[in-house]
T-cell receptor, first 117, second 116 residues
């Protein structure tokens, strides 16, 4: 079974400082990893994904994530936080697709990011 | 705007009732996924359809069912509703559905169901 852990329920960062939202995963085989963001009363919005290749993945709104296979982690990062980055962030994993039925996303519990002006 | 639409936005009903949630995927997407988001369970996968056929099942109760129609829109039917069914129900769609594809899923705005 696949699983995702987001160890921090809440992360507070001062505006302009770098931010990191942590994610670790467990999956059989190679992982496909995703980050989504949820703003209040909105659906989940795709930020970035890791499938294969370069361990540093760049996504929307200046976010990036670093895949570390040995630590089974996929931390979300941004060099300089904006107040508008305040939202709920979800990490998700999907196992290697070898057949149909393996495309479901397994989500972490979410991390609420608050950027302090 | 993800291109995935869901109706209604809000639904308030009583225990024991039946409701239908509707989802239209992005143009060209053949796969539709349903997820439930609740405070105690988090975001959980319910079911996936690909081009009209059920493809995968997750933690979906027997009281819940879904289908995908020829025009690719999907409906999630929830019956004999209980207080614990109150949640945000998301639909997502993707191009994928074929082996070795890994496209991201695009989520709709959700339907907030309140069971009183």
């Amino acid at each position: 079974a696949q699983s995702v852990a987001q160890p921090e329920d809440q992360v507070n960062v001062a505006e302009g400082n770098p931010l990191t939202v942590k994610c670790t995963y467990s999956v059989s085989g190679n992982p496909y990893l995703f980050w989504y963001v949820q703003y209040p009363n909105r659906g989940l919005q795709f930020l970035l994904k890791y499938i294969t290749g370069d361990n540093l993945v760049k996504g929307s709104y200046g976010f990036e994530a670093e895949f570390n296979k040995s630590q089974t982690s996929f931390h979300l990062k941004k060099p300089s936080a904006l107040v508008s980055d305040s939202a709920l962030y979800f990490c998700a994993v999907r196992g290697t697709i070898s057949n149909f039925g393996n495309e479901k996303l397994t989500f972490g519990t979410g991390t609420r990011l608050t950027i302090i002006p | 705007d993800s291109g995935v639409t869901q109706t209604p936005k809000h639904l308030i009903t009583a225990t024991g009732q039946r409701v239908t949630l509707r989802c239209s995927p992005r143009s060209g997407d053949l796969s539709v996924y349903w997820y439930q988001q609740s405070l105690d369970q988090g975001l959980q996968f319910l079911i996936q359809y690909y081009n009209g056929e059920e493809r995968a099942k997750g933690n979906i109760l027997e009281r819940f069912s879904a289908q995908q129609f020829p025009d690719l829109h999907s409906e999630l039917n929830l019956s004999s509703l209980e207080l614990g069914d109150s949640a945000l129900y998301f639909c997502a769609s993707s191009v994928s559905g074929t082996p070795n594809s890994y496209n991201e899923q695009f989520f709709g705005p959700g339907t907030r169901l309140t069971v009183l």
